[in-house]
């Protein structure tokens, strides 16, 4: 699958898919498969199942900064 780039409003005809409709659902990874960075825009998000920033391995929404990918609860970058 591509990763498309939008600038401006966004209109669609038919909805937009996803597992389920009105619900987004990231690419998940654990810390030893993150994608780099370099081949993610900045923002990009996504869900590390095995992050520990909020809990023991609980699991976290994440965006990327350019540098680290972001835990979006903490701040911090995931570990």
Known sequence: MAITTFSGPVAS?????????????????TLATLP????????????????TNVGAG???????DGTDWIDISTGLAVV
């Not at 780099?36 to 992050?51: E, L, P, R, W």
């Not at 609980?58 to 990327?64: L, M, R, S």
């Open 36 to 51: 780099t960075n370099a081949s993610y825009t900045n923002g990009t998000m996504i869900y590390v199942s095995d992050a």
């Open 58 to 64: 609980t699991g976290t929404i994440c965006f990327n």
């Open 13 to 29: 005809q038919n909805g937009f898919q996803g597992s389920i409709a009105g619900f987004i659902t990231p690419p998940a990874y």
